[in-house]
């Protein structure tokens, strides 16, 4: 009888005893695996933006109407907008500023696109691209590791924006501000926007888009100069045939005078095709030099800007905080 109960418990020891061994052994198995895949943490996009969990974005290329989640479309506008190579937090701030604008757009529309909200071209909007045309312009080695930095900037920033008086802000930004930005009166004339200011960030010289040149032939700026003014008119023998007049606070040329024309700095980037309204002009016998600093309309916040504070070590917060004023980042 002893026998009989001795080889019962057995029993009942082995059918216990080795399903949790085995458990134990796959969930140490499953914690390796998942230490392995969470070396780059992606957070899960689950947040609630209720009246905006889907945008209406505008395909300028087809005009086709593309609906869209909010965090999906910025994915697109963060890796269309800036390098994936940027620090994160600077990735972080343009996460940031992509939504708040977008956020802008939507409440302001009027209407402009029609159904859509949104649209992808960068004149009018923000620049995107989709997920498999992004992929495709990374080298292969880099294209894993680039999306998810892309992904995790605008996931572990979800329902942020940057707000002044408790609504969002009409959040700029551009490529480089050349060392100081500029405040929109000066770009696009009316009302100023109290949160955009001239404001100084350093380290902005040592990437590519700091400097530039344009060089043309004076024959050719007769030409270009008359394509907008019918009754153009200038005098090469003249030493003060092209001068500066005016300068804005930031550095910008204000107002210029060329020949028989007083025009603004902005108008120069435009009719030349400078990056920048901040620019010196050099005379020479044949040729008439652009000698440019920075690249874009200089308002709100610098993209290699934020990269350089966020290499100084600024949080996305710090970063935010610089390049537009008396603002607040609140949580949709």
Known sequence: MKRVVIYFIGIIIIIFLIPIICTSRDKETSAKVNNVV?????LENNYDYKGYKKIKLLH??????EEISLDEYLYGVVSAE???????????????????????KIKNNNNKHGEAQICDNSECCQAWISKEDRLARWNESERDKNWKKIVNAVDSTQGKIITYNNEPIDAFFHSNSGGKTEVPVNVWGGSGFPYLQV??????ENYSQYASEVTISKDELERKMKEKYNDFLIDYSDPNCIKILEYTESGRIKTIKIGNKNVSGVEVRSIFNLKS???NIL???SNIKFEVKG?????????????????QGKTFEDIL????????IKNM
């Open 295 to 311: 690249y874009g309309h200089g308002v709100g916040m610098s993209q290699t800007g934020a990269d350089s504070l966020a290499k």
């Open 283 to 285: 005379i020479n016998e």
């Open 321 to 328: 905080c610089h390049f537009y004023k008396d603002v607040e």
């Open 199 to 204: 404001v100084e960030t350093t380290g902005e």
């Open 60 to 65: 300028t290329k087809d005009s086709s109407i």
């Open 82 to 104: 800036m390098p994936a190579n940027f620090e994160e937090e600077a990735l972080k701030a343009q996460a940031v500023v992509a939504r708040t604008y977008t956020i802008y």
């Open 38 to 42: 969470n070396e780059v943490p992606i």
């Open 277 to 279: 309204a901040n620019f």
